[in-house]
């Protein structure tokens, strides 16, 4: 996620039409998530001296996205919701959607980190033939404030547009303490109906928050596209 301020302030008023739109299109993807957590904590008078701690979360299930409508620069306002069988549970949020990857969601409405892998890729122009080289390549970086973007993209194959694209990233936030999260993504990708129909992301976060200590997390998420009702629309 990359907070853009401006882009923030069209948000925020485009959200409140948006809840009262008609969906254009109703997405259902399945999902698997799993953390994995470990932290050190350094030795602080009166303490016992450095101490350790680790964590798990897997869970799995479904995550719905309905897409209200697109503004004249193709950004897509959406609504997302996750339900998860376990913890991973939100209630719809609204989002606004880019296609260099920038989400922006109401800040009033909690939103898990694996509905940005998502909704990062929906983009209307996602994709765009225009950006790529000679050997199928593209990238994109963008820096805001105390937060940084880059990723690279390359095609690895393309049959009338049904795609197997890989990403590599790396988002910097040094807004508290330090984190870094670099992650490698395979993606199923169908340029003709504008989304991606498989997901599968392997991600380290790395956090240095001074005397708290530093924590390293590991995320693996998939997606699958279960339903699409532009599809149903339009037999594909």
Not at 50 to 58: A, E, H, Q, S, V
């Amino acid at each position: 996620m990359l907070l853009v301020p401006g882009v923030v302030l069209a948000f925020a008023a485009a959200a409140v039409v948006a809840r009262a739109d008609t969906p254009l299109r109703h997405l259902i993807y399945s999902f698997t998530y799993e953390s994995s957590q470990h932290g050190a904590v350094p030795n602080e008078p009166g303490s016992t001296g450095n101490r350790t701690y680790n964590g798990k979360l897997d869970d799995q299930g479904t995550m719905t996205v309905d897409v209200l409508r697109e503004a004249a620069d193709r950004g897509l306002v959406v609504v997302v919701s996750e339900q998860g069988q376990n913890t991973r549970r939100s209630a719809p949020a609204t989002c606004a959607v880019y296609g260099n990857t920038t989400v922006v969601c109401d800040p009033s409405k909690p939103v898990n980190a694996d509905a940005f892998t998502l909704l990062r890729f929906l983009g209307a122009n996602f994709f765009d033939p225009g950006q790529l080289d000679a050997k199928q390549h593209w990238s994109i970086s963008e820096h805001k404030s105390n937060t940084s973007v880059s990723a690279d993209y390359t095609v690895n194959s393309d049959n009338n547009g049904v795609m197997k694209i890989d990403e590599k990233r790396r988002v910097q936030d040094t807004s508290v303490g330090s984190v870094t999260i670099d992650a490698q993504t395979k993606l199923d990708y169908n340029s003709n109906r504008l989304l991606p129909t498989a997901i599968d992301e392997y991600a380290t976060e790395e956090q240095h928050s001074g005397v708290v200590g530093t924590t390293t997390t590991t995320f693996q998420t998939t997606f699958n596209l279960v339903s699409d009702s532009m599809a149903k629309q339009t037999g594909q």
